[in-house]
Structure formats: structure tokens, C-alpha cells
């Protein structure tokens, strides 16, 4: 029996400034690049449900759960990372003039660079509201695993 990938991260519900579509995201976590290498994370857009693989099982499973047509991955898009006037002033009015850039993501539907962070939850709540997770059988997400 070959062992399963242990895995960890959360769910981003993002809304599309463009088409008001709302739908969830899952965001790998890792403390290196190296543990979240080669992960897929897909929404299908109808039901809102989340497919996560490897990306190497990503066909074979989307062919087994079906509607593969539906199924979009929501990108990184960009984010604002406009310049301070604070430039040439003190340390102090740098922090209080400073803006957190805005992260944008490409729309599942309407595949625009508009979609932004609308709120966070950890998928164990993302599945008690009744949503699907498809998991890859080479994966094991640690909220699932043993202790």
C-alpha cells in the first residue's frame, strides 16, 4: 500500500467585482514550496464544491466525479501595490500612510482578474455547510488524519 500525501490548508470564499459571483477556493499551506508542489485546487462553479489532487490524478479524477466541464481553477491574478506618498518621509507616517495590497483572482466564471477575498473558513466548516470535497485517494488532509 503506497502512502498518502498529507496535506493542510483552508478555504478563501472570494466574490467577482465583476460578475457578483461568489464561490470558495482551497489554499494549500505549507512551511516550504516543497509541501504544496505539484497540489491542484479546482471549484466547480454550479455547486460550489472543491476537487483537490495531485496533479498528476487530476484527470482521472475529475473523469469519476463527472461535469468535468464545470470545473475551473481560480488563478492568482495580481495584486495593487500602488506607491506611498509617504516616500522621503519619516519611518512613522510611512506605517500610518501605508495600504495592504489587494489580491485579485481570476473569476471561475466570468474569468476576469476581479475576485476578491470575501471571507476565510477552515474546510472542516466548509463540509459541515453541506459542500463537497472530492480528495484525491493519494491525499489525506490533516483535519482527516488520525492523531
Not at 84 to 112: D, K, Q, T, W
Not at 123 to 135: A, I, M, N
Request: charged letters at 25%; proline letters at 3%; a negative charge.
Amino acid at each position: 500500500m503506497s502512502t498518502q500525501r498529507r496535506i493542510s490548508g483552508f478555504v478563501k470564499w472570494l466574490r467577482c467585482k465583476a460578475c457578483d459571483a461568489e464561490f470558495p477556493v482551497f489554499v494549500f499551506s505549507g512551511d516550504t514550496d516543497m509541501e504544496t508542489q505539484g497540489l491542484r485546487s479546482l471549484t466547480d462553479y454550479k455547486t460550489c464544491a472543491l476537487v483537490i489532487a495531485e496533479s498528476d490524478n487530476l484527470n482521472q479524477l475529475l473523469e469519476q466525479i463527472g461535469h468535468v466541464n464545470n470545473w475551473k481553477e481560480a488563478l492568482f491574478a495580481t495584486s495593487n501595490r500602488e506607491g506611498s506618498s509617504a516616500i522621503g518621509s519619516s519611518f512613522i507616517h510611512f506605517l500610518n500612510e501605508r495600504r495592504r495590497p489587494e489580491v485579485y483572482y481570476r473569476c471561475v466564471v466570468c474569468n476576469e482578474p476581479t475576485a476578491t477575498l470575501a471571507k476565510e473558513m477552515p474546510l472542516t466548516q466548509f463540509r459541515s455547510l453541506g459542500f463537497k470535497v472530492h480528495l484525491d485517494d493519494s491525499l489525506i488532509l490533516d483535519a482527516d488524519a488520525p492523531t
